[in-house]
């Protein structure tokens, strides 16, 4: 395996681990098999909640390969992420402004779209 495909299943975050299921014992152990599927499928909804929320700011975000994330805005400038932690930061500096997730313009915004 390559340096770069060793880093990409490695590290699973906090925000992709079932941590609510002894079953999947330590924190940064990747899951095979049923656990696997349904950890994608958390993941996926979880890209499109955070989709919504990027849209707002003229963002969107794509899984990419089940390991990291891709931010991208409407003039084609994309960033790799490693997962939804940095996500934040990430699209702050994409958008060249502080990201408020409280923002009451914001939240009128994502109720309509609900």
Request: hydrophobic residues 35%; contains cysteine; proline residues 3%.
């Amino acid at each position: 395996m390559c340096v770069l495909c060793g880093e990409l299943i490695m590290h699973v975050h906090w925000t992709d681990q079932p941590f609510h299921d002894a079953e999947y014992g330590r924190r940064e152990r990747v899951v095979a098999g049923e656990g696997q599927r349904d950890r994608r499928r958390m993941r996926l909804r979880r890209v499109a909640v955070a989709d919504k929320v990027l849209g707002y700011y003229g963002l969107s975000i794509r899984d990419w390969n089940g390991s990291k994330y891709v931010i991208a805005d409407k003039k084609g400038n994309s960033r790799i992420v490693s997962d939804l932690g940095d996500m934040w930061s990430t699209a702050s500096q994409m958008c060249r402004r502080t990201l408020d997730p409280l923002d009451p313009n914001f939240l009128r915004a994502i109720r309509k779209s609900a």
